[in-house]
C-alpha cells in the first residue's frame, strides 16, 4: 500500500541558562538532572526502532550548559552541592532545602516505585510553611536525609539507565540505606550522563536516523524584537539577527554542519523573521497549526486539508519553508495521554493518525505530512515509567502500519515539492495565536522596559563590550517573561531573580552602578481594572451548540454566585447567537416555586446502576432560553440543595455523580446534541470522564468535547471509593493517575484529567491555582494541563444587576439620578424594619456564611461596627454554627442589624440598591460577583484584597483618581474594622462620597467580553 501520510515528530529541547556569568553558579538543576532522564531517553529509545525518523530540536542554550557542565568540573548548582555533601555535615537551612526541594512536584508518577521515597514523602506532608519544615526535620535522621539525597537523584534517573545500567538497577534494587560511596557513584554516573548527551545526539544525526534543528540562541520570540507591521513588539531586530546567527555558529561547532531547520520559540513567527532566518541560511521553520489557519483566514478551505501538507512563506525577496503542528494531536501527548492507561492512550494517538490518513483525498498527490511538535522534556515526568511504554507503542504502530510513516521534518521536505505558498504570514505564537504570554501582563510589560532600559544604555554608551552584549541577549530570552504576571507573590521567584541578575551584569560589565530597582523583584505596575482584556483572534466557525451543566441556577435555584454565573452567561451566549441550553437537577424549590415545567422525557432510558429510581427530563422555556431539570425525588427532592444547616448530604457524591450520568442520557432523550458540554465544578466532573470512558464507542456522542470550570478549588467532590460501583466507575481507575485523591475519589480530578480544557473564573486564578497555595492539593495536576487551562473572568449581567432597570427596586437610577438612591436606601430599611435614620451608613452583605468567606472577621466587628453609627443588612446562610452566630447579633442589635438566612433574590437586589456599603472579607476569592454588582449601583465595596475582589477594586486613599472602595490586606477582625472605619469616615463628606460613587458606576464589567471568550474557547477545542 502506498503511503498517505508521513508522521514527522519534532521533540523540542530547551532549558534557558542558568548560569550567572560573573559568579559561575548554576542556579537550577534542570540541565543536569534531564540528562540522566527525558535527553538519554528519547535518543536511546529510538536504537529499539531503527526505522522511525524524527526530529529534535535543541537550543543553544541548552547545547551550551551540556558542554559546560560536562567540561567544566566547577559548574555546579545548589542541588549538586547538598546531594553530594555528607548527610551528617547537613545544616538545619540545608535540611529544610531538601525537604522543601527534594521531592518531585508530581509524586503520584516519580515515586512510585521507590517505595522508601514514598515513605518519607508521607513523613514530610504536604505543609512547607518555613516553620513547619523547622520542625519537620526533626524527624528526621541523617539516614532519612541520605537516602533522600539518593533517592531524588535516581527518581531523576530515566527508563534507559534504570534498564541498562548495571549502578542504577543496583541502587533501585537496594532501596534504602544507601552509603556515601552509593551516592557518590551515582552522581559519578550523572556527570557521565550529561556528558554523554551531544556525541548521542550526534551518532544519530550522522546515521540518518534523526534529523537535529535548532532555534535562536538564548531562545527570544522573534517577532518581539522585530516589530514591523503588525506594530508589536520591539526594534531589536539586530538581536534577531544576531542571535539567529550565533544559534547557526554554534550549531556548526558541535555537530559539523549547518541546521537546516528551525523551531522559532514558542512557535512565534511573523512576516518580518522570513529574511532574518533564510539569510542564515535556514531552510525550513514550523510553527502552529492557528498561525496557518489565520495565515489563510477568508479563504474557503478546509481544516484537514489545509494544515497536512507543506508550505512556502516570503518576504522581502526570500523564502522559508514551513510546517504546523496538529495543535490536538501535540497538545495530548503533552497534556492529556499522561493520565490515561499507556496502550489506550497509544491507540487514541494511532487512531487520530489513521482518521488523518483516512482523510486525504488525493493520495495520487503524494503524501501528507502531519506534525507532531511539542516540549520533548517536561511531559515525561507525568507518565507512569516516563512515556516509554506510550512512545514505544506508537513507534511501533507507526512502523507497522502500510499508510502512514515517520520522516523527518527535513527529509520531508527534500522529497516532496510541491507547496502552497503563504502571501501574508500571521504574527502569533503556540498559545492563543499572539504574544500576550509574554507581554500581557502588567508585570511582563514593566520587565521589558527594564530590559530596554538597559539595552538602551548599552547602545548609547559607545559599542557595547562583548560580556555585555551577550547579557543582554540571555535576558531577551523568552522563559523569563512567560513566568512574570500579576499575583501577589509575582512570578517565578528564581526566574524572577535570574532576569535581574542579567540585567544587572550588563550594567557591571558597562562599568555603571546597577539600578536602584534591580534588587528588587519586578513589580506590577497599577491594572487599568479593566478586566475583559484584549480577545485573540479565533478561527471562523460555525456557533456551536453548548449545554451548559449547573448545579444551580438563577431564578431557580441559588446559594452562590455560581447560580448568576450559569444564567449570565447562558444569555450572554444566547445574544451572540448561540444555542444554549442550561441543564440542572429539579430541586425542591423548583417544583415548589411555580415555574412553567414540561415533560420531556417521563424515564430516561438509561437507568442509574444498582436498580436505584430513575430520572426524568423536565424543561423550562423562557423566551429564547431553555432550561432542562433532571427529576429524582429520592435524591432531589429536599430542602436544600446540598445540605441542612447541619452539614452536607451525606450521599452527596451518589447524588451529583448520577446526575452527571443522567446527563448524558438527558441529551439524547432531549434530541439536542450539543458540540460543547460546559461542566462546572465538581457536581458535574464525572461527565468528562463518563464520555471519554463508558461512552467513547457510542457514535451519538462521538466529537461532543467538553470544558471544566472550576469556580472554587477548595470545594472538590472528594467521596469514599465505596460509591464507585454504585456510580458505574470500574475498579483499574481508583489510582494516583486516575480518580483516587488521598485514599479517595475525587470528581474534581476527573474534570481537570478527562475534560477537553479547564477554565476557571479569572485569570489570576488560573494562575494562582498551579501554586501549592491555591491549588488544594492539585497544583501539580494542573501544572501539567498548563496549556489546557484558561482563566475567563466573570462579568455582570446588567439586564439583571443595574440601577437603571432592576425590577425589584423601588426607584430606578443611574449616575446622572444618584440622588434617588437614596428611596431604594429607605425601602430596604422598611422593608428589614430598622429605625436607622436615612443619613446614618447602611452596610450589607449577601452571602454564604462561611469562614472562606471571612464571615466570623464581620461577626467579629459587628459590636464595633454598630457603635460606629452604622446599620448592617446581611443576607445569606451557612453552618448552624454561623446561622446561629449571626441570628444572635441580630437578637443583639434589633435596632442595628438584620439578619435574613432564606434564599430571597428581591432583598439580594434591594441590598445592592440601597446600602451605602457592601462588605466581602473573603480569605481568599476566586472571582467574585459581588463587587462588581455593588459599584454598579453605586455602593462601595470593602474588601479583602484577595483574587478577583483586589483586580476589581482601588483603594479610594490609595488612588483618589480610579478609587472605587476601599481594600484591606490581612485577614483580621482589625484590618476589617479599620478599614470600615475609613469608609465610614468618608462617608461623612458627602461630597467626595457622591464623587466616589458615581466614579465606581463608571465602572463596565459585563458579561459580553467573558461571553465572546467562552465563544473562542468552545471553538477552539
Not at 458540540?675 to 463508558?694: G, M, R, T
Not at 471544566?708 to 469514599?720: D, E, R, W
Not at 484577595?946 to 490609595?958: H, M, Y
Amino acid at each position: 500500500m502506498a503511503k498517505k501520510l508521513s508522521v514527522a515528530f519534532l521533540w523540542h529541547m530547551h532549558q534557558p541558562l542558568y548560569k550567572d556569568i560573573i559568579t559561575g553558579k548554576y542556579h537550577l538543576p534542570w540541565v543536569r538532572l534531564h540528562s540522566t532522564y527525558s535527553y538519554l531517553d528519547m535518543a536511546s529509545l529510538l536504537d529499539d526502532f531503527p526505522a522511525v525518523k524524527v526530529t529534535f530540536n535543541l537550543t543553544p542554550s541548552l547545547i551550551w550548559q551540556l558542554l559546560d557542565i560536562s567540561g567544566d568540573k566547577t559548574a555546579s548548582d545548589v542541588y549538586l552541592q547538598l546531594s553530594g555533601k555528607n548527610a551528617a555535615d547537613l545544616t538545619d537551612k540545608d535540611r529544610c532545602f531538601l525537604l522543601r526541594n527534594f521531592f518531585p512536584s508530581n509524586p503520584g508518577k516519580s515515586i512510585l516505585h521507590l517505595k522508601r521515597y514514598k515513605k518519607l514523602f508521607s513523613k514530610r506532608g504536604d505543609n512547607l510553611r518555613e516553620d513547619e519544615l523547622l520542625r519537620k526535620f526533626r524527624e528526621f535522621s541523617t539516614a532519612d536525609f541520605r537516602d533522600l539525597q539518593v533517592l531524588f537523584n535516581l527518581a531523576w534517573c530515566g527508563f534507559t539507565l534504570k534498564k541498562k545500567d548495571a549502578l542504577v538497577r543496583a541502587l533501585v534494587r537496594k532501596g534504602s540505606g544507601y552509603t556515601e560511596d552509593d551516592k557518590m557513584l551515582l552522581l559519578k554516573r550523572q556527570m557521565e550522563a550529561a556528558a554523554s548527551i551531544i556525541p548521542l545526539y550526534r551518532r544519530l544525526q550522522d546515521e540518518g536516523r534523526i534529523e537535529i534543528s535548532t532555534s535562536p540562541f538564548y531562545h527570544p520570540v522573534l517577532p518581539l524584537l522585530c516589530r514591523g507591521w503588525s506594530g508589536k513588539g520591539f526594534d531589536f531586530a539586530e538581536d534577531a539577527r544576531a542571535q539567529v546567527r550565533k544559534a547557526v555558529g554554534l550549531y556548526e561547532e558541535v555537530f559539523g554542519r549547518k541546521p537546516a531547520g528551525m523551531w522559532p520559540p514558542e512557535g512565534g513567527v511573523s512576516r518580518e523573521i522570513i529574511p532574518v532566518l533564510a539569510d542564515e541560511g535556514i531552510k525550513w521553520a514550523a510553527s502552529d497549526e492557528g498561525i496557518l489557519l489565520e495565515s489563510f483566514r477568508g479563504e474557503d478551505i478546509p481544516v484537514e486539508d489545509l494544515i497536512y501538507g507543506a508550505f512556502t512563506a516570503e518576504e522581502g525577496g526570500r523564502k522559508i519553508d514551513m510546517v504546523f503542528r496538529d495543535m490536538k494531536i501535540s497538545d495530548a501527548v503533552s497534556f492529556r495521554y499522561a493520565h490515561m492507561p499507556a496502550k489506550k492512550a497509544a491507540a487514541d494517538f494511532v487512531n487520530r493518525i489513521k482518521a488523518i490518513a483516512g482523510r486525504v483525498k488525493n493520495p495520487g498527490k503524494g503524501e501528507d505530512i502531519a506534525a507532531v511538535i511539542l516540549d520533548g522534556e517536561n511531559p515525561w515526568p507525568y507518565y507512569a515509567d516516563g512515556g516509554r511504554e506510550f512512545l514505544s507503542e506508537i513507534y511501533k504502530q507507526l512502523t507497522l502500519r502500510g499508510d502512514t510513516g515517520s520522516a523527518t521534518i527535513g527529509g520531508y521536505l527534500r522529497s516532496h515539492s510541491e507547496r502552497k505558498r503563504i502571501s501574508r504570514l500571521f504574527s502569533g505564537s503556540w498559545i492563543d495565536r499572539n504574544f500576550d504570554k509574554w507581554t500581557g501582563s502588567n508585570r511582563k510589560k514593566k520587565a521589558w522596559e527594564y530590559l530596554e532600559k538597559a539595552r538602551t544604555e548599552l547602545f548609547s554608551s559607545g559599542r557595547p563590550g562583548k560580556e555585555a552584549l551577550e547579557e543582554l541577549y540571555i535576558a531577551e530570552g523568552s522563559d523569563w517573561f512567560w513566568w512574570y504576571d500579576d499575583l501577589a507573590g509575582g512570578s517565578d521567584p528564581v526566574f524572577d531573580r535570574l532576569f535581574r541578575t542579567h540585567l544587572a551584569n550588563i550594567y557591571t560589565f558597562m562599568g555603571k552602578d546597577i539600578p536602584h530597582y534591580l534588587s528588587e523583584p519586578v513589580p506590577a505596575r497599577p491594572s487599568d481594572q479593566t478586566l475583559p482584556g484584549k480577545a485573540a483572534p479565533s478561527e471562523t466557525a460555525p456557533l456551536p451548540k453548548v449545554l451548559i451543566v449547573s448545579s444551580e441556577a438563577v431564578p431557580f435555584a441559588k446559594t452562590g454566585g455560581l447560580a448568576d454565573v450559569t444564567a449570565s452567561l447562558a444569555g450572554a451566549l444566547t445574544s451572540l447567537g448561540c444555542d444554549v441550553r442550561v441543564i440542572m437537577p429539579l430541586y425542591k424549590c423548583v417544583t415548589e416555586g411555580r415555574f412553567e415545567l414540561t415533560s420531556e422525557a417521563g424515564r430516561i432510558k438509561h437507568p442509574p446502576p444498582g436498580g436505584m429510581s430513575g430520572f426524568a427530563l423536565y424543561a423550562n422555556r423562557t423566551g429564547k432560553r431553555t432550561t432542562y431539570f433532571l427529576r429524582n425525588k429520592k435524591y432531589f427532592a429536599r430542602d436544600g440543595l446540598y445540605g441542612t444547616p447541619k452539614g452536607d448530604y451525606p450521599d452527596n457524591g451518589l447524588r451529583f455523580g448520577l446526575f452527571s450520568r443522567a446527563v448524558l442520557d438527558a441529551v439524547r432523550a432531549a434530541d439536542f446534541k450539543p458540540d460543547v458540554i460546559h461542566c462546572n465544578d465538581w457536581q458535574s466532573a464525572l461527565i468528562p470522564f463518563y464520555l471519554k470512558f463508558e461512552l467513547s464507542s457510542d457514535g451519538f456522542y462521538r466529537g461532543i468535547k467538553t470544558l471544566f470550570t472550576i469556580h472554587n478549588m477548595a470545594y472538590q467532590g472528594v467521596f469514599s471509593r465505596k460509591i464507585m460501583r454504585r456510580l458505574g466507575i470500574p475498579e483499574v481507575f481508583f489510582n494516583m493517575n486516575d480518580l483516587e485523591f488521598y485514599g479517595k475519589l475525587s470528581f474534581m480530578k476527573s474534570g481537570i484529567l478527562y475534560s477537553d480544557a479547564v477554565s476557571t473564573v479569572s485569570r489570576r486564578y488560573a494562575r494562582e491555582i498551579m501554586t501549592p497555595g491555591y491549588g488544594c492539593g492539585l497544583d501539580g495536576l494542573l501544572r501539567t494541563r498548563r496549556g489546557a487551562v484558561h482563566g475567563i473572568p466573570n462579568g455582570v449581567d446588567y439586564s439583571i444587576w443595574s440601577p437603571e432597570n432592576d425590577r425589584f427596586i423601588r426607584t430606578n437610577f443611574d449616575a446622572g439620578s444618584i440622588e434617588k438612591k437614596n428611596e431604594c436606601k429607605k425601602d430596604l430599611l422598611e422593608y428589614t424594619r430598622l429605625p436607622l435614620s436615612p443619613g446614618a451608613p447602611l452596610l450589607g452583605c449577601v452571602s454564604r456564611l462561611t469562614g472562606q468567606k471571612g464571615m466570623d472577621l464581620a461577626a467579629g466587628v459587628m459590636d464595633r461596627v454598630v457603635k460606629l453609627g452604622a446599620g448592617v443588612v446581611i443576607l445569606g446562610r451557612g453552618s448552624e454554627h454561623y446561622n446561629r452566630m449571626f441570628s444572635e447579633l441580630a437578637g443583639k442589635h434589633p435596632r442595628s442589624v438584620y439578619v435574613c438566612s432564606d434564599f430571597n433574590d428581591e432583598l439580594a437586589h434591594k441590598i445592592e440598591a440601597g446600602c451605602d456599603m457592601f462588605i466581602m472579607a473573603s480569605r481568599y476569592e476566586p472571582c467574585g460577583l459581588n463587587q462588581m454588582y455593588s459599584i454598579k449601583y453605586g455602593t462601595i465595596p470593602i474588601v479583602r484584597a484577595t483574587g478577583g475582589l483586589d483586580d476589581v477594586i482601588v483603594d479610594f486613599d490609595e488612588d483618589r483618581e480610579k478609587g472605587n472602595g476601599f481594600k484591606f490586606g490581612p485577614a483580621t477582625r482589625d484590618a476589617l474594622y479599620h478599614t470600615v472605619e475609613r469608609a465610614v469616615r468618608l462617608y461623612g463628606n458627602k461630597a467626595l462620597w457622591k464623587k466616589l460613587m458615581a466614579r465606581a458606576m463608571a465602572y463596565d464589567f459585563s458579561w459580553k467580553h467573558s461571553a465572546e471568550q467562552y465563544l473562542r474557547l468552545y471553538r477552539k477545542i
